[in-house]
């Protein structure tokens, strides 16, 4: 049990307190007014962008008619809580029995003590839990109710639950409670300056701090492998590291990125960074940097991407180094855009890509996890709408939607910390990277998610056309390292998997454990985590799991042994802006440094 508040408990000065509520109003007020003048005579308003309402109504209506269903559901419930009461009675009574619900281990929102050993805590936990689960319940396995609507209704079904749970509120979570007891309110008092705070830098939009943002910069403690820009144009600056090694391989490294995110995830710090270590194996290294778009950029489509991308990178390598073969590396919705640019250069006879290396890549979005409850027509429409209006997508609303898919760590967590324990965020760079967000260009957003997302047909021979030449997966005969990761709640790793089964040349598919940057970011020195081989590639993603063989640590070295296989002989190290192009700036350059918000 925790001690007893006494002589400690702080009073706060009402001195202090009044100054405090003066300013927090005086904020307010003035938050009020510039939101009520942005959006005067605004008649965009949605009431239901995310088009929520059809899909619940669609699942009420079909529950409503299975009435014995419902009716069972509420006996079960009713009986859990009988249960739970009494467990409750003996245990204020003496007794230890067994709990009624039990959170996930590694919930961390249940984490202080007090929640097991204070009996009116561990009933509120126990309540929380039983009807999360009788909720989450009744609203899954709906007969009649089509996959999409199901999805859906289950997604945000769970981000009300997690809305809900006591650990969000200041009366039902004891460590917030135990803080306000003995700060004498003053953390509720810092938490509402942080809230205001991260209100005013959003312009009005809820914008949560979840890292101290102060204590990195680009350039200086983040992103800091020593290289130069050689090489931009408007979608891309191109960066070439500085080598540490005397020779080199013949065929230089070009890593392609996601827009999506900025590229230095590759590159946080020494000890974790994919590039540097790249680099020290003695790869010849290019990065694409990706601008950060505004409306000028509105009309840059998917195949300006490829064009000015990595076909441009290309041209450019040659020239800096005098190599017309790489061997290339596509994360995420770069790979995709990599796997794209092969099957376009396979039908003109185009053998620059000596191999291709894939990280968590979808080409077959039949099933893409989570994020297709964001893709309907409906919600599809309201998004083009909004871009026709800026002439991108804001980078605020992509970063919010891959929190809620993990809401819990992403934000709630942080609703708690800033703003109920008026504590400041620690500084992380993972996370300082994650609020880095980036903008869409209009055009180029509407095509990836109409023409892959909503209709799949990167995977269809001829459906998709990039500079009039239609482009067919099966065509590709690159040498592919494919690396997905097993707990990935971005691109999942069965879909992923679908390629192995649609390229036409030797394909290695490996599974690293965890998830959609742990999984990949894992240096070999710090001993994580495991990966899984086979040789094999059988049509079942389950079959080829089955048959794999578990290795312990990272999947880097793996990796290099295979490029190297690909890399050519060893030359002389070559220095960035000494041959065939001039260094226009030092890494990491300028286009990474412009910030969405």
Same mark, same amino acid.
């Given at each position: ?34 939101f ?66 039990k ?14 050993e204070?009996?009116?805590?561990d ?12 909720v ?15 999805? $859906? ?23 917030v409670?135990?803080?306000?007891i003995?700060?004498? %309110?003053?953390?509720?008092?810092k %938490? ?10 959003? $312009? ?8 101290d ?40 490294l ?8 900025k ?11 994919f ?22 950029? !509105?009309?840059?489509?998917f ?9 441009? !990178? ?7 180094? %005098? ?58 429409? !309201?998004?083009?709408?909004k ?56 055009m ?18 001829? !459906? ?45 598919f ?5 998830g ?18 086979n ?63």
């Amino acid at each position: 049990m925790a001690e007893e508040p006494g002589a400690d408990v702080k009073m706060i000065d009402p001195g202090e307190l009044s100054k405090a509520v003066t300013n927090i109003a005086e904020r307010s007020q003035r938050l009020v007014a510039d939101f009520l003048a942005r959006h005067a005579g605004d008649n965009t308003f949605n009431a239901d962008p995310l088009n929520i309402g059809n899909a619940f109504f669609d699942m009420t209506s079909k529950m409503m008619s299975d009435p014995a269903r419902l009716v069972e559901a509420n006996l079960s419930l009713w009986q859990d809580y009988m249960a739970l009461w009494q467990n409750t009675a003996k245990r204020m009574m003496g007794e230890v029995p067994e709990p009624v619900a039990k959170p996930d281990p590694t919930d961390r929102r249940f984490k202080d003590e007090m929640w097991e050993e204070n009996e009116v805590f561990d009933y509120i936990k126990q309540s929380y839990l039983l009807s999360a689960r009788w909720v989450q319940g009744l609203v899954t396995g709906v007969e009649g109710l089509d996959d999409h609507s199901a999805q $859906k209704v289950d997604f945000y079904t769970r981000q009300f639950v997690d809305a809900m749970a006591p650990s969000n509120f200041v009366l039902t979570n004891p460590e917030v409670l135990r803080t306000t007891i003995e700060s004498g %309110g003053e953390n509720l008092v810092k %938490g509402l300056n942080n809230l205001l705070d991260d209100l005013e830098r959003g $312009k009005g939009r809820l914008s949560i701090r979840m890292t101290d943002y102060d204590a990195f910069q680009v350039g200086e403690n983040i992103a800091v492998t020593p290289g130069k820009v050689v090489f931009e144009n408007d979608l891309m600056q191109l960066l070439q590291y500085d080598p540490t090694t005397g020779t080199v391989a013949e065929k230089p490294l070009l890593i392609v990125p996601p827009w999506i995110n900025k590229y230095y995830i590759l590159d946080l710090r020494p000890k974790n960074s994919f590039i540097k270590w790249a680099v020290d194996q003695g790869h010849t290294v290019f990065v694409i940097s990706w601008v950060n778009p505004d409306e000028r950029l !509105a009309m840059k489509g998917f195949a300006d991407y490829m064009r000015e991308g990595p076909l441009a !990178a290309l041209d450019a390598i040659a020239t800096a180094t %005098g190599q017309k073969q790489v061997n290339a590396v596509g994360y995420c919705l770069g790979g995709t855009l990599l796997v794209s640019t092969l099957a376009w250069m396979a039908v003109r006879n185009d053998d620059r890509i000596a191999s291709a290396t894939l990280f968590t890549t979808m080409t077959d979005f039949a099933e893409p996890g989570e994020l297709g409850v964001f893709i309907d027509e409906e919600q599809l429409t !309201a998004l083009e709408h909004k871009m026709d209006e800026t002439g991108f997508l804001d980078g605020r609303d992509m970063a919010m939607t891959f929190n809620m898919l993990r809401a819990n760590d992403l934000i709630w967590s942080f609703v708690v910390n800033n703003y109920l324990l008026g504590k400041d965020p620690f500084p992380f760079d993972l996370l300082y990277w994650n609020s880095d967000s980036t903008r869409m260009p209009a055009m180029m957003h509407s095509f990836y998610l109409r023409k892959m997302y909503q209709a799949n047909q990167l995977v269809v021979p001829g !459906a998709i056309e990039l500079n009039g030449v239609p482009l067919d997966l099966s065509t590709i005969r690159t040498p592919l390292y494919m690396l997905s990761t097993r707990e990935d709640h971005i691109a999942p790793w069965k879909s992923t998997y679908a390629l192995t089964q649609q390229a036409s040349g030797p394909v290695k598919f490996v599974l690293a454990a965890s998830g959609h940057i742990a999984g990949v970011i894992n240096p070999p020195a710090a001993n994580k985590y495991c990966y899984w081989t086979n040789t094999r590639k059988p049509k079942n993603p389950d079959a080829w799991l089955n048959a794999a063989q578990q290795e312990n640590g990272s999947w880097w070295p793996d990796w290099h042994k295979w490029v190297s296989k690909h890399a050519g002989k060893q030359i002389p190290a070559r220095i960035p802006g000494e041959s065939g192009l001039k260094a226009l700036d030092v890494a990491p350059g300028s286009y990474v440094k412009v910030r969405a918000v």
